[in-house]
């Protein structure tokens, strides 16, 4: 029953994650924002609401292990399974701004973390301030640069645009209704079969619990793909990194303290969130200058697998 309520939640952060997605990018459109500060931003923070969600449900329930592992498995599946299978489906070119900015900027994110985590072994209430500023001067700039920057309207999805204020309200609603039940029962049911099958929090959280709120990114990147506007796909997978440090980490770290249990959070998990946050530019620049393409796919896709296989056997 557990794995049914697990499968449940699954689905129900996917048609969360999408209702969400939707919402926000007609909200983001009557905004006039271009579409890489939508990916960065609007689509980022929509996607990262399950990551919330579930870390803070874990940290109230006693779980600490979940919340941290949840956001650096979700991290290393965002660049390593989501942004694979996107660059295989398709080519990602790569805009000056990633490497001025936004790139720089999931790099700064993934340090302080890191830091954060290794400097105390736990994450206090204090450093969960200090990721939410953070954050909070992230997306200041992004937005003040995306004023001094030339915006181009998005034509393949303008009919979001047209969409009433009342409509993008009941796609909120659906929205959150799903991804906080999706969120609750995905814990749930993980906490209890990871107990039945032997298999720590961590494991579960660092990978099914951690795809499964990675699901929203995936829904959003195809989507994207298949309207053809990559700058929100791309935007959406760096952005969703930097909200699920800066706002999921920081805000659950500020409603609770939280420990680390399990030492390989620090010595595994993290190390290779900050290899795959790393890898990306050299990726960009050595095979196809300015591009992501369907090698460079295959071979984050083959890394996760590499990731995952260690995960299970350690």
């Known amino acids: 029953m557990d794995f049914i309520f697990m499968l449940l939640g699954f689905a129900l952060l996917v048609i969360g994650g999408e209702y969400l997605v939707r919402a926000s990018v007609g909200l983001s459109f009557k905004l006039h924002l271009s579409k890489m500060v939508i990916g960065l931003t609007v689509v980022s923070f929509a996607t990262s609401l399950p990551e919330l969600l579930v870390s803070l449900n874990a940290a109230l329930q006693g779980s600490p292990s ?31 701004s990633f490497y ?15 830091y954060c985590l290794s400097n105390d072994q736990q994450l206090t209430s204090a450093e969960g301030w200090v990721l939410f500023a953070a954050l909070i001067g ?8 995306s004023k001094s920057s030339t915006t181009q309207e998005d034509q393949s999805m303008a009919a979001l645009a047209q969409v009433s204020y009342f409509k993008i309200l009941i796609w909120l609603i659906i929205g959150g209704l799903a991804l906080y039940f999706g969120a609750e029962w995905l814990v749930g049911g993980a906490v209890v079969v990871a107990q039945t099958l032997g298999v720590s929090e961590a ?19 195809v989507i994207a ?7 929100i796909s791309l935007g959406n997978l760096i952005g969703s990194n930097i909200f699920n440090i800066g706002s999921v980490l920081g805000l659950t ?7 680390i249990i399990d030492a390989q959070i620090l010595s595994r998990d993290a190390i290779w969130m900050l290899v795959f946050a790393a890898i990306i530019l050299p ?15 295959f071979l984050l896709v083959l890394l996760y697998g590499i990731f995952m296989i260690i995960v299970f056997r350690q």
């Open 225 to 231: 793909v298949i309207k053809k506007e990559k700058a």
């Open 66 to 96: 979940i919340a941290i592992n949840n956001v650096i498995g979700s991290n290393i599946a965002n660049l390593g399974l989501v942004l694979g299978i996107t660059a295989m489906c398709t080519t990602i070119e790569v805009d000056k």
């Open 253 to 259: 770290s500020i409603v609770k303290t939280i420990p």
């Open 100 to 114: 001025v900015f936004n790139w720089p900027a999931l790099i700064v994110f993934s340090l302080m973390m890191y």
């Open 283 to 297: 990726l960009v620049l050595v095979f196809n200058r300015h591009k992501l393409q369907k090698k460079e796919g």
């Open 138 to 145: 992230f997306v200041v700039l992004l937005l003040r640069k």
């Open 203 to 221: 494991v579960i959280s660092v990978s099914l619990v951690a795809v499964g709120t990675s699901i929203p990114e995936l829904a959003a990147s």
